[in-house]
């Protein structure tokens, strides 16, 4: 799928829900795809929210100048809970219809997504581009801004390695992940940590604490335990080790540290490929749909199914970083 002319003349672009570094480098690709095929583009401010106020700008080639490296989005974000209602919805369609956007490329997550899929049912031309820090979509091997805050995560144990090294500690880094243990996964494996809660596998305290000890017995310094937010509490981990082993444990809770930041080359790269893809499916005459990586591919999939799907943990790697801990 290339480039060349098209029919459609004007889309929209909007990014929704959490922001994640990256999502202005999909913002670059779909205004300079659609430049490359004539076609205009409109950025919505504040994602469905703006679709809603009609708050609209058009984006030429030198609007997204400058912001490939940049987090954030250019474009804002938020959340919407009038999107949420038939009524907000009634008004962003006959917005986009006065303003003549004819398809709308969504960046967002899992929400911004089941928005787009309510528009896309109403007729409107929709293609989602993944862009969460979460990487909990189906439909794609990462989405937009998940290595950027792997990094970002992976340089901060680093540090506390440094410190839980040079005073033989425990350290509880927690890291985001309501849902999803990805962040964990990936920041534990990449950081070294002796144990990695996530939620989508049983906290078993009495391992953890079997992991520090065994670990001293060796000769270790120091423990380092990674906790997805939604698997465990990092104080209460903290004070349940402080209790047992009446070894010092500290706590350090990354919090929105990891949504912000230079995109890595990674990210950047996929999220080229994404905007651009998303502007060849709209042009082409697809609806309804996201666009994702899988296996170095850029795919696309029917939105209400990678909706319905439910986003794996790769087990494989939680047993390796098992194994890498002994
Ligand atoms: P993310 O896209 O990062 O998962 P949210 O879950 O906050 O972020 O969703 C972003 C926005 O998408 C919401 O504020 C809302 O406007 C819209 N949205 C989310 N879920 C739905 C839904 N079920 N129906 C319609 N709109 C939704």
């Known amino acids: 799928m290339g480039g060349g002319k098209s029919t459609l003349k004007t889309i929209g672009v909007l ?15 779909v205004v300079r795809q659609a430049a490359e095929m004539d076609i205009e583009v409109i950025g919505i401010a504040r994602g469905f929210a703006g679709l809603i106020q009609g708050d609209f700008r058009r984006l030429h080639l030198g609007s997204v100048a400058d912001i490939v490296h940049r987090g954030g989005t250019i474009l804002l974000t938020a959340r919407s809970e009038e999107f ?14 006065r303003e003549g956007i004819e398809g709308l490329v969504v960046i967002g997550g899992d929400g911004s997504f089941r928005g787009a899929l309510h528009l896309a049912k109403k007729g409107v031309p929709v293609v989602g581009v993944p862009g969460t820090i979460d990487n909990d979509l189906a439909g794609t091997d990462y989405s ?7 990094n970002t995560a992976v340089e901060a144990i680093n540090r506390i390695r440094d410190t839980a090294t040079s005073h033989e500690r425990v350290f509880i880094v927690e890291v985001m992940g309501r849902e999803s243990g ?44 990674v906790v997805a937010e939604g698997a465990a509490s990092a104080l209460d981990v ?20 990891q949504r912000g930041g230079a995109p890595t080359a990674f990210d950047r790269i996929l999220a080229s490929r994404l905007g651009a893809r998303a502007v060849q499916l709209l042009a082409a005459g697809e609806t309804s749909c996201m666009v994702g ?14 909706l319905e799907q439910k986003k794996e943990i790769d087990l494989e790697l939680y047993h390796l970083a098992n194994v890498l801990a002994l």
């Open 182 to 225: 990805q962040i964990a996964l990936m920041a534990g494996i990449a950081g070294g940590a002796e144990s990695i809660l996530i939620p989508e596998i049983k906290v078993d305290f009495a391992q953890v604490i079997e992991r520090i000890e065994r670990g001293r017995r060796r000769g270790k310094l120091h423990s380092i335990i």
């Open 84 to 97: 949420k209602t038939e009524a907000g919805r009634a008004m962003a369609v006959d917005n986009m219809r």
């Open 293 to 306: 990586m899988e296996a170095n591919r850029i795919v696309h999939h029917d939105l209400e199914w990678a």
């Open 15 to 29: 990014t929704s829900g959490g922001d994640a570094p990256g999502m202005n480098a999909a913002i670059r690709a």
């Open 238 to 257: 903290s004070r349940e080790i402080n209790r047992i082993t009446h070894l010092e444990s500290r706590v350090t809770i990354l919090g929105h540290i």
């Open 144 to 150: 937009i801004g998940f290595d950027t805050a792997v």
